[in-house]
Nanobody, 123 residues
Framework: QVQVTESGGGLVQAGGSLRLACTTS????????MGWFRQTPGKERQFVSA????????YYSDSVKGRCTIHRENAKNTVMLFLHELTPKDTARYFC????????????????WGQGTQVTVSS
């Protein structure tokens, strides 16, 4: 059974940082690209970042570029997202996803999704 579980969300003050983690099981983590997306109520899911299977290629949306780092540890079936200089615009539910097709900003590209973790940035 595939499981994708996000953690690390919560309430953060503007200007602060957060570390989100995604642990997985039930599929071959090391052959899947991993992505992070976020969504606010009434809006479409938005791409945040992605990383290829080996971790040597990363992608970031313009909205987080320069203040975000994605990292994976294949031995632990885990991918992490570090986001700095947070603003209220970063408030969203953050989702982790796995793709057998490679890293991409296109959410239908992803096979497995977690339930998300809520991040709220206070001003």
């Amino acid at each position: 059974q595939v499981q994708v579980t996000e953690s690390g969300g919560g309430l953060v003050q503007a200007g602060g940082s957060l570390r989100l983690a995604c642990t997985t099981s039930g599929f071959t983590f090391g052959t899947h690209a991993m992505g992070w997306f976020r969504q606010t109520p009434g809006k479409e899911r938005q791409f945040v970042s992605a990383i290829n299977w080996s971790g040597n290629t990363t992608y970031y949306s313009d909205s987080v570029k320069g203040r975000c780092t994605i990292h994976r540890e294949n031995a632990k079936n885990t991918v992490m997202l570090f986001l700095h200089e947070l603003t209220p615009k970063d408030t969203a539910r953050y989702f982790c996803a796995a793709s057998s097709r490679g890293p991409d900003s296109f959410s239908p590209w992803y096979d497995y999704w977690g339930q998300g973790t809520q991040v709220t940035v206070s001003s």
